[in-house]
């Protein structure tokens, strides 16, 4: 299949998903991601109605971000590590950063963010499965991190970001999902002000429909949608 009818299927899975779950398939934002993919590529998705792109690197980004169709609505999100001195190759370009990790990641947005004269939407990224390979704040750090970064000036909290472990059943997918959950509405409930906390981006190519059928609000898939990377 091509990229188009690719999108049909995810699109077509995501809304099974949702309805086994008692949910409107609206709910659930598709992200296209676009790591080792051309500008054509990425294109090819945008016109088909793809209007959320993800990219894991920076300087790859940067490069590409001349070249992508930019119609009404398209989000460009960043959803890899990020290293403090990569962020002035994409504080002017995206409209999310799905990864922040650290606070020390966040002062440092916000201090581009003040510098271009822009507000940022952000995701506290949390290591679900307490992998020590793995970027995110800890689970039973993930409210306390969420909280004080909420209180950064020009970023925006907008939710939460977690990958899951590799391999695992979708029993336990739903369980860590599931907790992924539970501290999103833990933030909610701290937070008086909480209009914007909308988010929780969870599910990949391998594990998108279990994360809608479990309360995922975004999902990220690339391979199901572009095909094995080369």
């Not at 599931?178 to 906390?197: G, H, P, Q, T, V």
């Not at 929780?200 to 809608?212: H, I, K, L, Q, R």
Request: aromatic share 6%; hydrophobic share 45%.
């Amino acid at each position: 299949m091509n990229i188009s009818e690719n999108i049909a299927a995810v699109r077509a899975n995501i809304a099974a998903s949702a309805l086994r779950a008692g949910r409107k398939p609206e709910e659930i934002t598709l992200a296209a991601v676009t790591k080792f993919q051309s500008a054509e590529r990425v294109n090819e998705a945008i016109a088909a109605g793809v209007r959320v792109i993800a990219e894991n690197r920076a300087q790859e980004l940067a490069e590409k971000y001349p070249l992508i169709d930019k119609p009404d609505g398209l989000r460009i999100h960043f959803i890899g590590h990020l290293q403090k001195n990569k962020i002035k190759y994409i504080i002017d370009k995206v409209d999310m950063v799905q990864s922040v990790d650290s606070y020390e990641l966040a002062q440092a947005l916000s201090a581009a963010c003040e510098k271009h004269g822009r507000e940022l939407d952000v995701l506290v990224q949390v290591n679900i499965g307490n992998e020590p390979q793995k970027s995110g704040f800890a689970v039973g750090d993930a409210v306390g991190a969420a909280l004080e970064i909420a209180s950064v000036p020009h970023l925006r909290l907008r939710g939460l970001m977690a990958i899951l472990p590799q391999g695992v059943e979708k029993a336990e997918a739903a369980k860590l999902f599931s907790e992924m959950c539970k501290l999103f509405l833990d933030i909610r409930a701290k937070i008086e002000d909480n209009k914007y906390i909308d988010i929780v981006s969870m599910g990949m190519t391998d594990d998108y429909m279990w994360a809608v059928e479990n309360g995922s609000t975004l999902v990220r898939v690339g391979r199901a949608i572009f095909g094995e990377r080369n």
